[in-house]
């Protein structure tokens, strides 16, 4: 399916289901639609790149009629070691965007043409204490860039605050076309400087799911979004 050229202008709130009661996934899912999320992110993790071990293809594809129903877009962050074994799956089970690590992927420009390829769109991911510049060249193959202002793995950590300086820094050199997408430790207090550093995608995991309403909490944390000024605002 992929995601419109209008997406990447907007600012959005992207729901987690990392966070999420997996006994009632489906509920969980309906629950952010209804708030009129446009993201929905899933986190998958091979207990190898990191410490955890969490979703496939399966439970992908059980989801993403839902979340296309709903309007909504389902976008996957591959945090694995080997990436490439994995977009075919991932995108024929319904991802409409894929991202992966620059730290997995030695052949990075030919995954993310493979990815496109597949009519999904493409984006590479940093971990915390990777620097900016080894983006230099990928970002011209990318459709957004992923910052992870926490070291992957788990929910519900802290946010790292250096990250809102790497933001700043990626926003003033990657093309405006590309989105930037942060996700980690995103919640009430932060939104608002997150934008301000230059984030087009916020994923939130703990924040939506981690207690109360889904669908109130999404609406809340998407409501900051849209009232929070532009980069460089701060």
């Known amino acids: 399916m992929g995601i419109p050229a209008d997406i990447f202008g907007k600012r959005l709130l992207a729901p ?3 966070s999420a009661d997996f006994s009632r996934l489906g509920e969980e899912v309906a629950a952010v639609l209804e708030a009129g999320v446009r993201l929905v992110h899933f986190d998958v993790m091979d207990g190898r790149f990191v410490p955890n071990l969490t979703i496939g293809p399966a439970i992908v594809a059980a989801v993403a009629p839902q979340v296309h129903r709903g309007g909504a877009y389902v976008d996957v962050h591959l ?18 965007a894929l991202s992966v690590h620059v730290e997995t992927t030695p052949n990075l420009h030919r995954t993310l043409a493979r990815i496109r390829a597949l009519g999904a769109a493409a984006g590479v991911v940093l971990n915390p204490a990777t620097p900016v510049c ?10 957004y860039v992923l910052v992870m202002s926490v070291d992957p793995g788990f929910g519900g950590q802290a946010f790292i605050p250096e990250s809102l300086d790497k933001l700043r820094r990626l ?26 550093a230059g984030a087009d ?16 909490q999404a609406g809340v944390l998407q409501s900051l979004v849209d009232q929070a000024p532009g980069f460089g605002s701060e």
């Open 16 to 18: 987690s289901v990392l």
């Open 79 to 96: 945090m694995v070691e080997h990436p490439d074994a994995f977009l075919d799956e991932f995108v024929a089970a319904g991802a409409d």
């Open 171 to 196: 926003r003033a050199v990657i093309p405006p076309r590309v989105a930037l997408q942060v996700d980690g430790g995103v919640g009430r207090d932060n939104i608002a400087r997150l934008v301000a």
């Open 201 to 216: 995608w916020l994923v939130a995991g703990s924040a939506v799911f981690g207690g109360g309403d889904a669908t109130v």
């Open 134 to 143: 080894v983006l230099e060249e990928a970002v011209l193959s990318a459709d």
